[in-house]
């Protein structure tokens, strides 16, 4: 008996006309219009990379909070802070015309004691907990970043996912015991 066609779509083929409809409909809106709010005149790249070095300069905060609040900690923190700094200048937007924003590699001085960190949160008096709230940070950014790979396009989103990997491995170590084996 030869094969015959039903004679409605299938659930599934209705399911995957429709994913593929708000794919290209998702697609379509992020072309060349623009939203409300956003400068069409800027590429996303360099929005995404403005952003990133924003959320940089702000962990590079949270880094001089922490150093200044825990004097004996500068020493565990400072290549740490560095890698950071030089994730921030790498992710700097490169344009004629336009200066890429500063970020110093060299911490800032701090008022000692809870001095707060960015968000309004004082560093912990604990320096146990303050590098645990520091590694928070560092998470929560590099989680921040792997979501943004969708978006990013190639060369960017190798750069965050690179940049992210780092903020893992900082998250890591900022919690591990110092000089332990495993």
């Known amino acids: 008996m030869p094969w015959t066609p039903p004679s ?17 409909a998702l697609l379509s809106g992020c072309s060349g219009t623009g939203s409300p709010g956003t400068d069409a005149g800027i590429s996303l790249e360099q929005r995404m990379r403005e952003a990133a ?9 949270r880094y001089d909070a922490t150093g200044a609040a ?3 900690l500068a020493e565990r923190l400072a290549p740490l802070r560095t890698a950071v700094a030089a994730h921030a200048a790498a992710l700097a937007p490169v344009s004629a015309g336009s200066p890429s924003p500063a970020v110093s590699s060299s911490p800032s001085g701090g ?6 960190a960015p968000g309004g949160e004082p560093v912990p008096p604990n320096p146990a907990e303050a ?3 520091l ?13 943004d790979l969708a978006g ?3 060369e960017l989103a190798r750069l965050l996912a690179s940049v992210a990997a780092c903020g893992a491995v900082h998250a890591y170590l900022l919690t591990s015991t110092p000089g332990a084996t495993s």
């Open 8 to 24: 409605r779509p299938s659930r599934r083929s209705l399911l995957v006309g429709g994913a593929g409809a708000a794919g290209a």
């Open 53 to 61: 070095v924003r959320d940089s300069a702000r962990l590079l905060e």
């Open 70 to 72: 825990h004097p004996a």
């Open 111 to 116: 008022t000692g004691a809870a001095a707060p």
């Open 131 to 133: 590098l645990t709230a």
């Open 135 to 147: 590694a928070d940070a560092e998470r929560s950014l590099s989680e921040a970043r792997t979501i």
């Open 152 to 154: 990013a396009p190639g």
